[in-house]
């Protein structure tokens, strides 16, 4: 069994800034790339970051320069340094894993799991 646990939402004035963190929990085999997505209303959710398993990470192109994804593998944690941040950025976050663990019979499954998602919100 995967949990994800989200927390530093908030609300933010335009220019400052938010960390976000997850924790993943689990009998992991492995975990690979973790990442950061985000939904506003009436749009698609969309890929923020992503960190693989060597640190290397990339970024949406309206976030880049502002953002910083950083990973804790002995936490199993992923965390979003949002800085200057905008109105625009105004969404639910969600954590996303890709992991491999051990299910409670044993089995080994491979999967995408997601938190439940935590509200940023910048106002002007």
């Known amino acids: 069994q995967v949990q994800l646990v989200e927390s530093g939402g908030g609300l933010v004035q335009a220019g400052g800034s938010l960390t976000l963190s997850c924790a993943a929990s689990?009998?992991?085999?492995?975990?690979?790339?973790m990442g950061w997505y985000r939904q506003a209303p009436g749009k698609q959710r969309e890929l923020v970051a992503s960190?693989?398993?060597?640190?290397?990470?990339n970024y949406a192109d309206s976030v880049k320069g502002r953002f910083t994804i950083s990973r804790d593998n002995a936490k199993s944690s992923v965390y979003l340094q949002m800085n200057s941040l905008k109105p625009e950025d105004t969404a639910v976050y969600y954590c996303n894993v890709q992991a491999t663990a051990i299910q409670a019979r044993g089995a080994i499954v491979y999967g995408d799991y997601w938190g439940q998602g935590t509200q940023v919100t910048v106002s002007s």
């Open positions: 689990g009998s992991f085999v492995s975990i690979n790339a």
């Open positions: 960190i693989n398993s060597r640190d290397r990470s």
